[in-house]
């Protein structure tokens, strides 16, 4: 289900960045900020399909694409070698990622600011950071407990 609010804030991040509102980025955007997890490039399909986005695959890939190249959604890589997307309601900054052993879902941990934990020598630019951590989430935690 979409709201109002929702579209608003996939409208309004296409626009931060100066880009052309269409059907596809906004659909695709929209699911990106309408998960709990890092979505796959097969379960963005499935989701797509299911809230009726009609697209091609190669489209739905080059509004992925976009999205990422703009920095409004980022791509994780995971253990099983899939890239995963999410995006978030504020423009990407460096955080660390969890990967669940168990269901493989990712997760973006945003409070977790790898950046903040150390300072770079002098002379040096930081591009990019990627802190991956592995292990059980919460909800394979509490299937474990039972
Ligand atoms: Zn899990
Ligand atoms: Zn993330």
Aim: with cysteine.
């Amino acid at each position: 289900m979409k709201t109002d609010t929702e579209q608003t804030l996939a409208q309004k991040l296409i626009r931060q960045v100066n880009g052309r509102v269409t059907p596809i980025r906004l659909g695709v955007l929209e699911l990106l900020l309408n998960t709990q997890t890092a979505l796959s490039h097969q379960e963005l399909e499935q989701a797509a399909a299911q809230t009726g986005l009609v697209a091609d695959r190669v489209s739905l890939y080059r509004a992925l694409d976009w999205l990422v190249e703009q920095g409004i959604a980022h791509r994780i890589s995971s253990h099983d070698r899939a890239w995963r997307y999410k995006a978030q309601a504020e423009l990407t900054s460096p955080h660390a990622h969890f990967q669940c052993k168990h269901c493989s879902q990712v997760f973006c941990l945003e409070d977790l600011q790898p950046a903040l934990l150390f300072k770079l020598p002098p002379g040096y630019q930081l591009d990019e950071i990627e802190l991956k951590l592995q292990g059980t989430c919460p909800a394979c935690a509490s299937l474990n407990a039972i």
